[in-house]
């Protein structure tokens, strides 16, 4: 399974703009890239995903570099709930979700 | 409810013995993920269902860790002779197949004594 690589942490303020980096250098053309996050003592919860195009949902916006080795999951307007770990994973058919270490996001007030 | 589900929510066993966890997918759903988070922790990969295909069991850390998924749908994931270092939150996740999205239970908190 191709790996990723995320900063361990990142902070921000709230109402700010997020951007979380993930890079993933060994990719495969048919990897496609999920993002997934946990709040504090819940399980995962999907965010998005997408394979060449930049990707945008009501929860947040996927940027994906054109070689494709890296992507930047957006996070539009920080809020306090939005405090968690988040997890890029490269994910083909057949193959299973694996998680990294993530990104612990914290929001500051 | 429409969700995943995981039973019991929590469980707490004296060491050495047997624990049985439960995890009833999204209907429909064919692919079904275990995984095991230790406090303060990463999600560990134990197992992985693929429709009819022979599950993936490359991330069972003993033969201690079994699971089965009968008729495609519910599966139970087996400790045998519990020890203390199988405390951990047992995370279940199932989607459709293919490229989407999976979605997580809350997971069964096991406690070994």
């Known amino acids: 399974d191709a790996k990723t690589t995320q900063p361990n942490s990142m902070e921000s303020n709230e109402e700010e703009p997020v951007h979380l980096p993930c890079n993933h250098s060994?990719?495969?053309?048919?990897?496609?890239i999920h993002w997934y996050r946990q709040l504090p003592s819940q399980g995962p919860e999907y965010v998005i995903h997408g394979l060449t195009s930049n990707v945008n949902n009501r929860m947040a916006s996927l940027a994906i570099a054109e070689d494709r080795k890296s992507s930047t999951l957006i996070l539009h307007r920080a809020t306090l709930r939005d405090a968690a770990v988040y997890y890029c994973i490269l994910y083909n058919q057949g193959g299973k979700l694996i998680f990294g270490q993530g990104t612990e996001l914290s929001v500051k007030p | 409810g429409a969700g995943v589900s995981q039973s019991p929510s929590n469980k707490v066993t004296e060491k050495g013995k047997d624990v049985e966890l439960r995890c009833d997918p999204i209907?429909?759903?064919?692919?079904l993920y275990w995984y095991r988070q230790s406090l303060g922790q990463g999600l560990e990969f134990l197992i992985y269902?693929?429709?009819?295909?022979?599950?993936?069991k490359s991330g069972l850390p003993s033969d201690r860790f079994s699971a089965e998924r009968t008729g495609g749908s519910v599966s139970t994931l087996t400790i045998q002779r519990t020890q203390q270092e199988d405390s951990a939150v047992y995370l279940c996740?199932?989607?459709?197949?293919?490229?989407?999205?999976?979605?997580f239970g809350q997971g069964t908190r096991l406690t070994v004594v």
């Open positions: 060994t990719i495969s053309g048919t990897d496609y």
């Open positions: 996740a199932s989607s459709p197949g293919g490229f989407t999205e999976a979605f």
């Open positions: 269902f693929q429709g009819n295909s022979a599950p993936d």
């Open positions: 209907s429909g759903h064919t692919a």
